[in-house]
């Protein structure tokens, strides 16, 4: 006997998955007194997505996302930071913009709910839905 089956999938319940990356990236911020040296940073993202499960019959009725489709998008674009200096890319390539980035460029692919960005490893800055 199944003891977990959708019928547990309740309508007052937010689900979320989230995917992990890491990328390594250099940036300068001009004008900072200690970040306008050049210097690199391992960045760890998480991408988060939220949606709802319908009580379906198929295992894609019973998913938010597919976790492999979900990891191929976000690396698509994500993979454009990596190995970079952001400078290329960013004006001020500060944690706030290149999060904001990457929200902007998954939003119309995947229903995008938060994207954190750590600057090393205890610093970060989320973006969320509105
Ligand atoms: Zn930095």
Redesign the pocket.
């Known amino acids: 006997m199944l003891v977990y089956t959708s019928q547990y999938v309740k309508k007052n319940m937010k689900t979320k998955l989230g995917v992990e990356f890491e990328i390594d990236f250099a ?1 300068t ?1 001009r004008g900072h007194p200690k ?1 306008g040296k050049p ?3 391992t960045s760890r993202i998480i991408v988060e997505v939220e949606g709802d499960v319908k009580n379906g019959d198929s295992y894609e009725d019973n998913m938010v996302i597919e976790f492999d489709a979900m990891k191929k998008t976000c690396w698509e674009t994500i993979q454009e930071l990596d190995h970079r200096n952001l400078n290329e890319l960013f004006d001020f390539p500060t944690s706030e913009n290149i999060a904001a980035w990457i929200f902007e460029k998954l939003k119309d692919k995947i229903p995008v709910s938060s994207i954190k960005f750590f ?2 490893t205890n610093k970060y800055c989320e973006i969320t839905k509105n």
Do not use: A, K, P, S
Request: glycine share 24%; hydrophobic share 10%; proline share 0%.
């Open positions: 940036h911020l970040c210097h690199g940073h600057e090393g």
